[in-house]
Antibody
Framework: QVQLVESGGGVVQPGGSLRLSCAASGFIFSSYDVHWVRQAPGKGLEWVASIRYDRSNSFYADSVKGRFTISRDNSKSTLYLQMNSLRVEDTGEYYC?????????????WGQGTLVAVSS | EIVMTQSPATLSVSPGERATLSCRASQSISTNLAWYQQRPGQAPRLLIYGASTRATGIPARFSGSGSGAEFTLTVSSLQSEDFVVYYCQQSNSWPVTFGQGTRLEIK
């Protein structure tokens, strides 16, 4: 079955950096778009970034554009999120998400999440 | 950016009854809409995509309908594990956006 295991979360000061990783298994990673979605404590879901299956294109929420970089290594079935210039409002659970098949983006498998806390 | 508005914020329904959750888009999104369920302390789970297609393993009591800008998630014969939070999400255009969520509570 599909498994997505995030790692790399932790506590960081404002202005700092973190790199999240997501190890994927149970499906052909190189055939699917993948995404990061986050959730601030007690709040709703916010899409963060997406990358095409073949790395041909990536997309970012305005709130993270220029600070975060999504990337993937299809040979390792791993997704990454490099987060720089972190802000307090970046605090939350970060989920690695696999896209479903079909033309429209939908999130059919989710990891368990990794917690990022930005605090001084 | 397409704004997704869910209503009501909280819905009180008795077990065994039917719940109807609404999601409205700020512009037409065709049928590029998905619904998710989130239980406390867990990651969200895909329920419906393409506005009306149930995801793998989702019970038949969950159904979705709508197109354009108005969508509905119906949960018939509510069971105890259904009283959690539900989100809609559009993917008609970037950025992907979610509704703020509807909490389904026991009446």
């Amino acid at each position: 079955q599909v498994q997505l295991v995030e790692s790399g979360g932790g506590v960081v000061q404002p202005g700092g950096s973190l790199r999240l990783s997501c190890a994927a298994s149970g499906f052909i990673f190189s055939s699917y778009d993948v995404h990061w979605v986050r959730q601030a404590p007690g709040k709703g879901l916010e899409w963060v970034a997406s990358i095409r299956y073949d790395r041909s294109n990536s997309f970012y929420a305005d709130s993270v554009k220029g600070r975060f970089t999504i990337s993937r290594d299809n040979s390792k079935s791993t997704l990454y999120l490099q987060m720089n210039s972190l802000r307090v409002e970046d605090t939350g659970e970060y989920y690695c998400v696999k896209d479903g098949s079909g033309s429209a983006t939908h999130f059919d498998s989710w990891g368990q999440g990794t917690l990022v806390a930005v605090s001084s | 950016e397409i704004v997704m508005t869910q209503s009501p914020a909280t819905l009180s329904v008795s077990p065994g009854e039917r719940a109807t959750l609404s999601c409205r888009a700020s512009q037409s999104i065709s049928t590029n809409l998905a619904w998710y369920q989130q239980r406390p302390g867990q990651a969200p789970r895909l329920l419906i995509y393409g506005a009306s297609t149930r995801a793998t393993g989702i019970p038949a009591r969950f159904s979705g309908s709508g197109s354009g800008a108005e969508f509905t998630l119906t949960v018939s014969s509510l069971q105890s594990e259904d009283f959690v939070v539900y989100y809609c999400q559009q993917s008609n255009s970037w950025p992907v956006t979610f509704g703020q969520g509807t909490r389904l509570e026991i009446k």
